[in-house]
């Protein structure tokens, strides 16, 4: 069974190699990134003016509602 195995590896990895294209490197679509909204629970796109840059990274939000909300639970 270990054989199996290796050998499935062994496939998926070269089909890796083979399958990579050499594309230059895209820029993610901004409207795909969501952040989820630690308040609330919605998921929001990035907007720099409902964000905060905590310890542990930058968290976004829905509203100035649910950013003032989460200041107010974290004082720093
Ligand atoms: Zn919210």
Redo the contacts with the bound molecule.
Sequence with gaps: MKYVILLILAALVIRYLFKKPKAPKATKPVAEVLRQ?P??G?YVQEHKELSLSTGSGRVY???K??MNRFKERTPS
Excluded: A, L, M, N
Aim: charged share 20%.
């Design positions: 909204d308040v609330c919605v939000f829905c509203s509602e649910c």
